[in-house]
């Protein structure tokens, strides 16, 4: 397995920005897929945004135009740059990595928009 530590969460305004940190504990993003997911309370789930082993990116609508994915593989480590935050935005944000046989989750960074 793959252990996932992600950090860059807080409180932040509406309108503001965090970029979030997720760390692998090796490196194999050229053979599988990196995904954040965030879940607020009494909702399931969901993805907000994937980059592919080959480096394909894909954002959800609901984001779209304010969230940005990103890898380094050197580092380990794939990033969401959030912009233009709003108070829905609100949840504890996940990051998965998947392919190889490997399915394995964070532990999850708070993220709280509110003025």
């Known amino acids: 397995q793959v252990q996932l530590v992600e950090s860059g969460g807080g409180l932040v305004q509406p309108g503001g920005s965090l970029r979030l940190s997720c760390a692998a504990s090796r490196s194999i993003f050229s053979i599988s897929a990196m995904g954040w997911y965030r879940q607020s309370p009494g909702k399931e789930r969901e993805l907000v945004a994937a980059v592919s082993s080959g480096g394909i990116t894909n954002i959800v609508d609901a984001v779209k135009g304010r969230f940005t994915i990103s890898r380094d593989s050197a580092k380990k480590t794939v990033y969401l740059q959030m912009n233009s935050l709003k108070p829905e935005d609100t949840a504890v944000y996940y990051c998965?990595?998947?392919?190889?046989?490997?399915?394995?989750w964070g532990q999850g960074t708070q993220v709280t928009v509110s003025s």
């Open positions: 998965n990595i998947r392919g190889a046989g490997i399915n394995s």
